[in-house]
């Protein structure tokens, strides 16, 4: 669809949102000259689209009362975008929401010419989204369903939990504000009671979740988007240095997100720069590159990923003398 089917398309769905619209006013709305505004109006009148004017300081262009444009007119682009959400959401949320998926794109093909309809096959075919999750969310859709719920209820919840790194699960009450997918894992942020403070919680380390007593309010001044940022930012609290040698270069400028800076030498190794939350996490991705990786600071680091390195080598040293004997 052309972009002035486009711009007329646009123009029709404004007039029928708001009457006496001047007409500076809808040409900044579709990014076009006044006179191509009018040019557009002229046009609409010719297809038969009932568009009138009024003069005076309250009047404007409007469409004639009761006028309603039909409900599902997209352009090709517009109805991959919808397929494109309405599966992503169907993947996503998996049991919760991926028969109201399949309906709505149902819905969609169903009213879609064929050009749209074709633009969509071949979406489906060449742009794919997969592999979303790292917890399966089957397991998940009982947890996910009651927390959806609360968060639309503002219902208190109570729950084991069991943080990371700990084998015991503690006891919470939370008031929970949003559910967020990032990084393939489900969370809840919400109160917490326990702490006294907003926290994040990744649903599938929640061992048990039932209802509560009492309502809550969410801080009219709560962003959970502002949030996400600070905390991601609060939880690397450990900057480490390393260097990685020449052979595996490569491998770390292919995985950039990792890392806050990354510096090559001239011998062809390249010096990172990566905030971790803590030094087990920073000593794991350290060992992944093996004996290519040297830990330049901190000590702290340093001596965990020696002594990490000590340990493998005697195991396997140990595993070795008891095979050949």
């Not at 991959?80 to 993947?91: H, K």
């Not at 969509?120 to 998940?140: D, F, I, K, M, P």
């Not at 990685?244 to 491998?251: D, S």
């Amino acid at each position: 669809m052309t972009n002035a089917a486009t711009r007329l398309i646009t123009l029709i769905m404004l007039l029928q949102r708001q009457p006496n619209q001047k007409a500076a006013v809808l040409a900044g709305e579709l990014g076009v000259s006044v006179r191509s505004l009018h040019r557009y109006i002229q046009q609409l009148e010719e297809m038969g689209i009932p568009v009138y004017s009024e003069r005076g300081p309250k009047g404007g262009f409007s469409l004639a009362r009761g006028y309603r444009m039909p409900p599902l007119v997209f352009t090709a682009g517009e109805a991959v975008a919808v397929y494109l959400g309405t599966s992503l959401v169907g993947q996503m949320w998996g049991q919760l929401y991926e028969e109201a998926a399949r309906g709505a794109l149902a819905k969609v093909d169903n009213v879609l010419p064929d050009e749209q309809r074709h633009e969509v096959a071949w979406a489906r075919r060449t742009l794919v989204a997969t592999g979303l999750h790292r917890a399966r969310g089957e397991s998940l859709a009982s947890h996910l369903e009651k927390l959806r719920q609360a968060v639309r209820d503002r219902r208190r919840l109570r729950m084991r939990y069991r943080s990371r790194g700990r084998v015991e699960p503690t006891g919470r009450e939370l008031e929970p504000y949003a559910l967020v997918h990032r990084w393939g894992w489900w969370y809840v942020v919400g109160y917490c009671l326990l702490r006294q403070a907003v926290r994040t919680f990744r649903v599938d380390r929640i061992m048990d979740l039932a209802s509560a007593v009492g309502t809550f309010s969410v801080p009219a001044d709560f962003d959970v988007y502002a949030y996400l940022a600070t905390e991601t930012q609060s939880q690397a609290s450990l900057q480490a240095r390393l260097l990685i040698a020449p052979e595996m270069a490569l491998i770390a400028a292919d995985n950039r997100f990792l890392w806050e800076s990354m510096e090559e030498r001239p011998d062809g190794s390249i010096e990172v720069v990566l905030n971790v939350p803590d030094l087990e996490w920073a000593a794991s991705l350290a060992l992944s590159f093996g004996p290519t990786v040297t830990v330049l600071e901190p000590d702290d680091l340093r001596q965990r990923v020696g002594a990490y390195a000590n340990a493998i080598a005697q195991k396997y040293d140990l595993e070795a003398a008891i095979d050949e004997s």
